[in-house]
């Protein structure tokens, strides 16, 4: 499966000058909604996604996603694992699980996120259920942006500014190798640019 083409053939695979939730710039960026549009190709991620998790032998009992994001790959990843999906939520700027979703005390729960890049809002998710006594077995994401490393990667990266919990694994289908750069140190800011946080002014 070549997740690169896939995103290239949605229109996913953006140029430009972008904000990331993770507060760094990059000139490229991932819309996954675009590719999560389609049904059969969110499914057959799942699916390719949950071969992964199952070969490791890794179990679940849960896959939980920080919302927005991460809910249609964290649904689809539940979906082909046969288990149950749950989601956190920021209220005041604090992640949050509500709606009437509870985790058992040991619950093993996978936190999936779309992309992943430092991996800070799916700490967060993880932090949440972690608190209400579930156990977080690892993380997954459909791609990773080479900040953090991935469960049998080809790529090694320093992962000095990953987020994640280095003791659990990261699956993902790909990495996306896009340089990206903190806000005062980013060269597309120095040449006038303004950097567009997607999902605004239309994007």
């Known amino acids: 499966m070549n997740i690169t083409q896939i995103y290239k053939n949605a229109g996913a695979l953006l140029e430009g000058h972008f904000l990331l939730s993770s507060g760094r710039h990059s000139p490229f ?25 199952q070969d490791s032998k890794i179990k679940a009992d849960c896959v939980c996603s920080p919302a927005l994001g991460g809910i249609l790959a964290g649904y689809e990843l539940a979906r082909a694992l046969g288990v149950r ?32 890049t430092t991996g800070g809002s799916a700490m967060e998710s993880a932090q949440v259920v ?20 991935r469960y049998q990667s080809s790529h090694q990266f320093e992962a000095k500014e990953c987020k994640l919990n280095p003791s659990l694994p990261l699956f993902a289908l790909e990495d996306f190798i896009f340089e990206t750069f903190e806000a005062q140190n980013c060269p597309l800011c120095r040449q006038g640019s303004v950097a567009i946080k997607p999902g605004s002014r239309g994007n």
């Open 29 to 53: 960026y991932l819309q996954s909604a675009k590719v999560l549009e389609n049904p059969k190709i969110a499914e057959e991620l799942g699916a390719a996604l949950a071969k992964i998790i």
């Open 85 to 116: 999906f749950i989601f956190t939520e920021r209220v005041n700027g604090t992640m949050t699980l509500r709606r009437g979703f509870e985790v058992k005390p040991n619950e093993k729960i996978l936190v999936c996120e779309d992309i992943i």
């Open 130 to 149: 972690e608190k209400l006594g579930a156990q977080v077995v690892g993380y997954a994401a459909l791609a990773n942006r080479g900040i953090c490393n």
